[in-house]
C-alpha cells in the first residue's frame, strides 16, 4: 500500500507535540527523530523530519503529502497547499514591539520606519493595509536584537508569554496574527492516500473532542434529579442508574472542559454528591 508522507519539524517548538498528536492516534514508531525517515509500523505512514521552513514547499512539490507547521509558518511561505485541520497546539501570536521608552500611539507611528523580522510577507501585508510606508529587514532569527543594535527602531516577532520582549527592553503594541499548529496538504492526493488522510483526520478529531470532553459521574438524590439532569448539557441525555441505597441514583454524562467548573457548581449546589470526572481518552461522534 502506497504510504502516505508527513513531515514533522525535526527539532523545535512543534516536534513533541506533533508526535505526541500522532501517538494518541494509535500510530506507533520508532522514535527516530534522529533519522530524516522513519516508518509507522501499524499505519500506512511515513515521516520525513524537517526543518519547518522547508515543510509547506515540500508538502507543495508533493515530496511530503502533508505536514505539521504554525499557520505563521503556512502563511507566510505563500506555497499552494491547504490547511486540512487546525491542531489547538503550539498557539502563539505575531506582534510588532518597540523600545520600551518609545512613544507609540498608533501604527501611523511606524510611518517611514525600520521594522525587523523573519515574516516580512505577513507584515508586509499588515502594513500595506494600514497605509504604513516602512523599510522590512528581513533576518532568520534573533529578531529581539535588532533595535538595541541599531538596525531597526521595531520588530515584527512571534510571542507567546511576552517574556522574550520584556527582557529585551521591548514592549509589545500590535498583535498582526494569531497562529496554532496546522495539519496541511497538497493538492493532488492519490486516492490511496486521500483515505489513508481521512482515517488520520477521523482519528484527530476523536482525540481532539476527548481532550475538549470530561465523563462526569454523581450521586443524585431523587427530589433534585430532574433539576440535575437539566443542568448537564451531555451528548444526548444522561445516563441515570438506581444505586443500592433508596432514593440516590447514580448519573454519568459528558461536559465540556470549559464550562466544567460552572456546572459542577450548579450541581454541588442542585445537591449532587459524590462527583467523579474523568479524562476522555477519545470521543468519536
Ligand atoms: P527550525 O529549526 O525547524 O527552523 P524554528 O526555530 O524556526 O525551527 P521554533 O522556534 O521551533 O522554530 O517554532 C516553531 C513554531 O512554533 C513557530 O513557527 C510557531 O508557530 C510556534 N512557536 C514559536 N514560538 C512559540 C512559543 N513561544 N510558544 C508557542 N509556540 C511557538
Ligand atoms: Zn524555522
Given at each position: 500500500m502506497e504510504k502516505l508522507r508527513i513531515a514533522i519539524q525535526k527539532s523545535g517548538r512543534l516536534s513533541e507535540d506533533s508526535l505526541s498528536l500522532i501517538r494518541e492516534c494509535g500510530i506507533k514508531f520508532a522514535n527516530g527523530m534522529r533519522k530524516l525517515k522513519s516508518d509507522a509500523a501499524n499505519f500506512p505512514i511515513e515521516f520525513l523530519f524537517l526543518r519547518d521552513d522547508d515543510i509547506p514547499g515540500y508538502v507543495e512539490d508533493g515530496v511530503a503529502d502533508i505536514?505539521?507547521?504554525?499557520?505563521?509558518?503556512?502563511?507566510?511561505?505563500?506555497?499552494?497547499?491547504?490547511?486540512?485541520?487546525?491542531?489547538?497546539?503550539?498557539?502563539?501570536?505575531?506582534?510588532?514591539?518597540?523600545?520600551?521608552?518609545?512613544?507609540?500611539?498608533?501604527?501611523?507611528?511606524l510611518q517611514g520606519s525600520n521594522i525587523a523580522t523573519s515574516y516580512p510577507v505577513i507584515l508586509g501585508q499588515f502594513l500595506e493595509e494600514h497605509g504604513v510606508?516602512?523599510?522590512?529587514?528581513?533576518?532568520?532569527?534573533?529578531?529581539?536584537?535588532?533595535?538595541?543594535?541599531?538596525?531597526?527602531?521595531?520588530?515584527?516577532?512571534?510571542?507567546?508569554?511576552?517574556s522574550t520582549l520584556f527582557m529585551n527592553g521591548l514592549k509589545e503594541v500590535e498583535t498582526i496574527f494569531r497562529?496554532?499548529?496546522?495539519?496541511?496538504?497538497?493538492?493532488?492526493?492519490?486516492?490511496e492516500k486521500q483515505q489513508s488522510l481521512e482515517k488520520l483526520l477521523f482519528r484527530i478529531n476523536a482525540v481532539q473532542r476527548g481532550k475538549n470532553n470530561?465523563?462526569?459521574?454523581?450521586?443524585?438524590?431523587e427530589e433534585s434529579l430532574d433539576k440535575i439532569i437539566?443542568?448537564?448539557?451531555?451528548?444526548?441525555s444522561p445516563t441515570v442508574l438506581p444505586l443500592a441505597q433508596k432514593g440516590w441514583n447514580s448519573v454519568h454524562s459528558v461536559i465540556k472542559e470549559d464550562e466544567f467548573w460552572e456546572v459542577i457548581d450548579q450541581l454541588r449546589e442542585a445537591g449532587a454528591e459524590g462527583i467523579l470526572v474523568v479524562p476522555i481518552e477519545k470521543m468519536i461522534s
Open positions: 505536514g505539521i507547521v504554525g499557520e505563521n509558518v503556512a502563511v507566510e511561505k505563500g506555497k499552494d497547499v491547504e490547511v486540512a485541520k487546525r491542531l489547538g497546539f503550539s498557539k502563539c501570536r505575531l506582534s510588532l514591539a518597540v523600545p520600551k521608552s518609545a512613544e507609540y500611539n498608533s501604527i501611523q507611528d510606508k516602512a523599510t522590512i529587514h528581513e533576518i532568520s532569527g534573533s529578531v529581539e536584537i535588532a533595535p538595541s543594535i541599531g538596525l531597526a527602531e521595531a520588530v515584527c516577532d512571534i510571542v507567546s508569554s511576552g497562529s496554532e499548529a496546522v495539519l496541511i496538504k497538497g493538492k493532488e492526493l492519490s486516492e470530561k465523563y462526569i459521574l454523581l450521586n443524585a438524590p437539566s443542568i448537564l448539557p451531555g451528548m444526548r
